[in-house]
């Protein structure tokens, strides 16, 4: 089994900054993306931004160059760092991997638990 623990969330003013991690822990063989999504009230969850092994990132275009995506292989983590806050950013913000759990093509999907990030005005 693999968890996704996510921790970094929290109430912060407009314009303010936050860093979120999640680590991922069990047993597998390697990690290939890892992504970040969001989920506002009343709304689909959807992509913030992707991380390949290799770091190659990309974006949703709402949060390009406010929002850096980065990860330690040699610690199974992935961050978030979520700079310019604003009201449309209040979410509950998830972490995905896609794990190569027994084998490199023995792969699934996992997600996190999920984390609050509230932006106030």
């Known amino acids: 089994q693999v968890q996704l623990v996510e921790s970094g969330g929290g109430l912060v003013q407009t314009g303010g900054s936050l860093r979120l991690s999640c680590a991922a822990s069990?047993?597998?063989?390697?990690?290939?993306?890892m992504s970040w999504y969001r989920q506002a009230p009343g709304q689909q969850r959807v992509l913030v931004a992707r991380?390949?092994?290799?770091?190659?990132?990309n974006y949703a275009e709402s949060v390009k160059g406010r929002f850096t995506i980065s990860r330690d292989n040699a610690k199974n983590t992935v961050y978030l760092q979520m700079n310019s806050l604003n009201a449309e950013d209040t979410a509950v913000y998830y972490c995905?991997?896609?794990?190569?759990?027994?084998?490199?093509?023995?792969?699934?999907?996992?997600w996190g638990q999920g984390t609050q990030v509230t932006v106030s005005s």
């Open positions: 995905f991997a896609n794990v190569a759990t027994y084998a490199t093509w023995a792969r699934r999907d996992y």
């Open positions: 991380i390949t092994s290799a770091g190659s990132t």
């Open positions: 069990g047993s597998f063989v390697s990690i290939n993306d």
